[in-house]
């Protein structure tokens, strides 16, 4: 498994302002090209879904995954359901920090080639942090501090 870590700080930002623009998906293709198209659906029961695909080198992923919003903690947690990945999960999370914001993208990824691991790996793990990136600048505007690696928080457990 593979982790990656993106974590921005938006100065004199109110945190459920910066959740509702993180919650809304499919508006990140029309802040940034990395990501194609995002189409949510949520079912009767309240339970969500997003179909994503994304830019990845010279060609995209797409993945399927269930969506958990929280509010109350302002989190979006997520987990693969169908797609590339063998497996993907992870959370976005927003915190108050005093007048600023603080953003956290964790995710863990396993592609399901370990023989290729060793190449292809880094080469994902640097693209989806790129895409968080671009999606946090495409989203919330370029007035924001962004840390990626291992400084980076929340964990996965």
Same mark, same amino acid.
């Given at each position: 498994?593979?982790?990656?870590?993106?974590?921005?700080?938006?100065?004199?930002?109110?945190?459920?302002?910066?959740?509702?623009?993180?919650?809304? +998906?499919?508006?990140?293709?029309?802040?940034?090209?990395?990501?194609?198209?995002?189409? /949510?659906?949520?079912?009767?029961?309240?339970?969500?879904?997003?179909?994503? !695909?994304?830019?990845?080198?010279?060609?995209?992923?797409?993945?399927?995954?269930?969506?958990?919003?929280?509010?109350?903690?302002?989190?979006?947690? +997520?987990?693969?359901?169908?797609?590339?990945?063998?497996?993907?999960?992870?959370?976005?999370?927003?915190?108050?920090?005093?007048?600023?914001?603080?953003?956290? +993208?964790?995710?863990?990824?396993?592609?399901?080639?370990?023989?290729?691991?060793?190449?292809? =790996?880094?080469?994902?793990?640097?693209?989806?942090?790129?895409?968080? !990136?671009?999606?946090?600048?495409? /989203?919330? =505007?370029?007035?924001?501090?962004?840390?990626?690696?291992?400084?980076?928080?929340?964990?996965?457990?």
């Amino acid at each position: 498994m593979r982790d990656v870590r993106v974590e921005a700080v938006l100065t004199k930002a109110c945190p459920l302002e910066v959740f509702e623009k993180l919650k809304d +998906f499919e508006s990140y293709a029309d802040h940034t090209s990395a990501v194609r198209s995002v189409v /949510v659906t949520t079912e009767a029961d309240g339970t969500r879904t997003s179909d994503w !695909t994304v830019a990845f080198r010279n060609g995209e992923m797409h993945w399927t995954e269930r969506d958990i919003v929280d509010q109350q903690a302002l989190t979006l947690t +997520f987990d693969q359901v169908d797609g590339d990945f063998e497996r993907f999960s992870g959370v976005w999370q927003v915190t108050p920090a005093g007048q600023d914001t603080t953003v956290a +993208f964790a995710a863990a990824f396993d592609l399901g080639m370990p023989s290729l691991d060793y190449t292809v =790996g880094p080469l994902a793990e640097q693209a989806l942090q790129e895409t968080v !990136t671009a999606i946090l600048l495409g /989203v919330l =505007g370029n007035d924001l501090v962004i840390d990626s690696g291992d400084n980076a928080s929340p964990t996965l457990g």
